[in-house]
């Protein structure tokens, strides 16, 4: 079975600028999670989708967003990007959300802002 | 809120055991552990549930313990493949985010 992929893998952009990430979660698998990775604040929620609605939203402001096509892809969207962006993002698969579910991790989208 | 994992780092030499530590401020539906390699994606190792169940590894072992709302996960005779950094991650209700503590990087050396 193929794993969760993501792309692009790197990506640098200038503050202000806007950027999309995708997701490709693993067949069959119909929530996506998203994951922003720094030095500084670990691994942090962002959000979780699930049949095409939002399930779960973390503590991001709206400048950050998502959403999860019929076939369970998954983007996410960051716009007027700042230098504090940078970071890896991480989506995760799961088969459900219904709790205690394995969540199987991307490689992750590394972007730089400058 | 964000669990607490304890030690922040160790470092073992081959074959020595090492027990990390999740810690939460709420009640717990789930814990799930997780170990990430420098330059690599979060495995899953284990989920623990609320109640006992255990799903994951059988070469490394975890209890959860409901009422201190903490779980340990237990590594036992290190291998040089277990270096990497350890994520707890909490759920707190079926179905919520999943929050992770900051990690334990552990370093296992020949």
Redesign the interface.
Known sequence: KAG?TQTPRYLIKTRGQQVTLSCSPISGHRSV?W?QQTPGQ????LF?YFSETQ????NFPGRFSGRQFSNSRSEMNVSTLELGDSALY?C?SSLS????E???????TRLTVT | Q?PVQSPQAVILREGEDAVINCSSSKAL??V?W?RQKHG?????LM?L?KGGEQ?GHDKISASFNEKKQQSSLYLTASQLSYSGTY?C?T?N???????????TRLMVKP
Not at chain 2, 93 to 103: D, H, P
């Open positions: 969760v999670s994951y670990g691994l942090q929620f979780e399930r779960n939203k973390g991480l995760a959300t219904g709790g205690a394995e969540q199987y991790f991307g490689p992750g | 964000q539906y789930s799930h997780y690599e994606a979060p495995v899953f989920i549930l799903k994520f991650g759920e209700n079926a179905g919520n985010m999943l929050t992770f503590g900051g990690g």
